[in-house]
């Protein structure tokens, strides 16, 4: 199941809290905020789908994660690698490494990651 663009904005927001009311969330918008209702239905499509509960205290809701940001998004590039690249991680790091404009350093530093999981393996 996936998380739409407005759905996955707020998701970021609760993952960085951890836990929160629906104020906490609206206040972690920029101007000009959403209204009250977009973010509570946004809220209930995420619930319905599984992503995130809540406790209640009276009348108030104060909301969780249920999935992980890394599973998140390991599942979702997982996804693209399928989709786009022929589920080939070698056409996926080649594309990333060429079209995304990584610096000197930034290659660098891939080549490290990447050295240090070929000694784990």
Do not use: C
Request: overall charge positive; hydrophobic content about 35%; proline content about 3%.
């Amino acid at each position: 199941m996936q998380l739409s663009k407005t759905e996955e904005e707020l998701m970021n927001h609760l993952w960085k809290l951890e836990k929160a009311f629906m104020k906490d969330l609206l206040d972690l918008y920029p101007e000009p905020k959403p209204a009250n209702t977009t973010i509570a239905t946004l809220l209930k499509r995420i619930t319905d789908k599984g992503f995130i509960a809540y406790k209640l205290y009276g009348k108030s809701r104060e909301y969780y994660p249920l999935v992980k940001k890394k599973d998140y998004f390991s599942k979702h590039v997982n996804g693209l690698i399928k989709n786009f690249f022929n589920d080939s991680a070698s056409q996926f790091a080649s594309f990333f490494t060429k079209e995304t404009n990584l610096t000197k350093e930034e290659l660098e530093d891939l080549k490290k990651l990447i050295d240090k999981e070929l000694k784990n393996k």
